[in-house]
């Protein structure tokens, strides 16, 4: 059955240093996502991606954070200057279509657990 | 305003019993639902989704769910947990219109007892 992956599973890095979560969506999936769970928290959304742009981002997804879709198959989530309070669980999603054909199923990585230090 | 609301933190059921967890919204109209579960360690697996129709919706692992517009809920039910059960469980929504993201309750913690 066709999954995302996402690596690395645990990244531990210095605040103020910059890291890159990377994701491999389902491969014919055209809308892709990133969430973050802080410890104890529930799950939040952070940005949403269509056709090479961002179509939706929260309040969260500040000037800090970037995502790319360098080539075909890899999604990925930039974090320039890390501070403690961005140490979570981030999570991968893509879904297959949109919500007017009734395609926007979301199907989740196992996440990658970033711990500021 | 919009929410969802998944009023049971944490709820012990022994192997064998029934379950059922709650999940209210609040949205102007119907959202899509979904619920999702997070075994300890691991990434969130679909359980189950309703989008319209037939008001109980059959997952996977035996869970089922029943969408009650009357009462905006949308409960996960399973006639008879097993211990791989134990694991975190979130109600999520998708409003009809307007943004794509999921809106995530704060999820019900399971613990199966022997």
């Known amino acids: 059955e066709p999954e995302v992956t996402q690596t690395p599973s645990h990244q531990v890095t210095q605040m103020g240093q910059e890291v890159i979560l990377r994701c491999v969506p389902i491969?014919?999936?055209?809308?892709f996502y990133w969430y973050r769970q802080i410890l104890g928290q529930k799950v939040e959304f952070l940005v949403s991606?269509?056709?090479?742009?961002?179509?939706?981002k929260s309040e969260i997804f500040d000037d800090q954070f970037s995502v790319e879709r360098p080539d075909g198959s890899n999604f990925t989530l930039k974090i320039r200057s890390t501070k403690l309070e961005d140490s979570a669980m981030y999570f991968c999603?893509?879904?297959?279509?949109?919500?007017?054909?009734?395609?926007?199923?979301?199907?989740f990585g196992a996440g990658t657990r970033l711990s500021v230090l | 305003a919009q929410s969802v609301t998944q009023p049971d933190i944490h709820i012990t059921v022994s192997e064998g019993a029934s379950l059922e967890l709650r999940c209210n919204y609040s949205?102007?109209?119907?959202?899509?639902l979904f619920w999702y579960v997070q075994s300890p360690g691991q990434g969130l697996q679909l359980l189950l989704k309703?989008?319209?129709?037939?008001?109980l919706v059959q997952g996977i692992k035996g869970f089922e769910a029943e969408f009650k517009r009357s009462q905006s809920s949308f409960n996960l039910r399973k006639p008879s947990v097993h211990w791989s059960d134990a694991a975190e469980y979130f109600c999520?929504?998708?409003?009809?219109?307007?943004?794509?993201?999921?809106?995530f309750g704060t999820g019900t913690r399971l613990t199966i007892i022997p």
């Open positions: 309703y989008f319209s129709g037939d008001t």
């Open positions: 491969s014919n999936h055209l809308y």
């Open positions: 999520a929504v998708v409003p009809r219109f307007g943004n794509e993201k999921l809106t």
């Open positions: 949205y102007g109209a119907t959202p899509y």
């Open positions: 991606f269509y056709n090479n742009e961002i179509s939706e």
């Open positions: 999603a893509s879904s297959e279509g949109g919500r007017q054909g009734g395609k926007n199923i979301q199907y």
